[in-house]
């Protein structure tokens, strides 16, 4: 008898699972560890939302079950999100879906899409779900390097011509999680005219649409005449609102795509707690300077990040969006891997990173930094990093000979 079950012998080790064993053994011995290695936002949910929350979750019907897609006040809720912010008019009965958060909301998309076998297009380095969900749903996965949106779309057409059967479903993912990327609007009129003489579906993922910098607000792939025909996007309240462990997401947009996910969905759950989504629709219909807060928050911590980084002698790529930097690995220590380099520095420097291999083969030669610390504390991370990078030679010494031991 085999000892793992089918679907968990398609799921490779979890790569950060080594520092994450790592952190909690040195924090175990009392070390101070400065955590860049999850996306996890640090800042409270904002007040109004949290008092929403008690409110309704005082009503003694709230704690009956909920509508698997989510009550139509949410739904409402996200609808005028989409018309405010992108112009985007939007059914709340027919191509809005609530979901438990955005990740939850593309794996049972991928689990309503896919057949086994099917072929999906992937970007390369991805978070973790975009492959995963279709592989657990028995999709097939065809990677293509993504570490310019430019090298993604000019891929696309390559995989479409050399995978067998031909691909079905196409991921996109602006602003990138791992890489931090943005596109234009022009990029999704280029994607969703690809799509359509390939005979594709788009799924586009777009949890950090509010948390950018430098360049005008991230565009959505809806805004491009005709693409509902052929793509939903997911969303997320998460980073938007600090709302991470309250799991709000949303799939938008084709109803075909929408109305599988949802029957899907009413096999699997009752939707989310009826407080948490009333609190929900408080925060897309209510104030929004809370939100210009955040992001303020983000590019203060990004600025710092790279200033003092770069005084301690690792050059960081600004991002221009999203709550993470993509990082190479330092000079001194791209020999030895992303994740020997997260190991080393985590053990040497108290400072935990997000592995690149952790996203797929061709992240490997740099990290995912979170920015979930304050000011200070990357400032003293910064500190430590220098005289970390100063003591290159002892600490690769100690880590070649503890491995010629092994």
Request: net charge neutral; charged share 25%.
């Amino acid at each position: 008898m085999t000892t793992e079950f089918h679907r968990i012998r398609r799921l490779p080790p979890y790569v950060f699972e080594e520092v994450n064993r790592i952190k909690a053994k040195l924090r175990a011995e009392g070390t101070d560890i400065i955590d860049f290695g999850m996306g996890n936002p640090d800042m409270p949910t904002p007040k109004h939302i949290v008092d929403k929350l008690i409110e309704t979750a005082r009503d003694p019907k709230a704690g009956r079950y909920s509508a698997s897609k989510g009550v139509i006040g949410l739904r409402r809720a996200m609808a005028g999100y989409y018309d405010r912010r992108y112009g985007v008019k939007l059914n709340p009965d027919t191509e809005v879906v609530a979901t438990l958060g955005s990740k939850e909301g593309f794996a049972n998309l991928a689990n309503a899409l896919t057949a086994p076998g099917d072929v999906i297009i992937c970007p390369n380095p991805a978070y973790p779900i975009h492959a995963f969900g279709f592989i657990m749903a028995g999709g097939v996965i065809r990677h293509v390097p993504a570490l310019s949106p430019e090298e993604y779309l000019s891929g696309i057409g390559r995989a479409v011509k050399h995978s067998a059967p031909p691909p079905s479903i196409l991921i996109l993912s602006y602003p990138s999680n791992p890489t931090a990327q943005w596109v234009d609007l022009d990029f999704y009129k280029d994607a969703v005219q690809l799509a359509k003489k390939h005979d594709l579906l788009i799924i586009s993922d777009v949890a950090y649409s509010e948390i950018y910098f430098d360049n005008n607000p991230p565009p959505s792939i809806l805004q491009v005449e005709g693409a509902r025909d052929i793509a939903v996007e997911v969303n997320s309240l998460s980073k938007t609102y600090a709302m991470a462990g309250w799991r709000v997401g949303m799939v938008v947009g084709n109803e075909r795509m929408c109305a599988a996910l949802a029957r899907v969905k009413s096999y699997l759950d009752y939707g989310a707690f009826l407080p948490i989504q009333v609190a929900a629709a408080a925060a897309l219909n209510g104030p929004q300077d809370c939100v210009e807060e955040i992001r303020g928050i983000y590019k203060g911590r990004r600025d710092t990040l790279v200033s003092s980084m770069k005084r301690a002698g690792w050059d960081i790529p600004a991002p221009p969006a999203s709550m993470f930097a993509w990082a190479k690995v330092p000079e001194q220590y791209k020999d030895i891997g992303s994740m020997q380099f997260s190991r080393l520095l985590v053990e040497e420097a108290g400072v935990a990173v997000a592995p690149g291999s952790g996203f797929g083969e061709y992240g490997e030669g740099y990290v995912r930094i979170g920015l979930v610390e304050n000011e200070h504390r990357i400032k003293q991370a910064a500190r430590n990093v220098k005289k970390f990078l100063a003591d290159s030679d002892r600490i690769l010494a100690k880590a070649h000979n503890a491995m010629a031991g092994q």
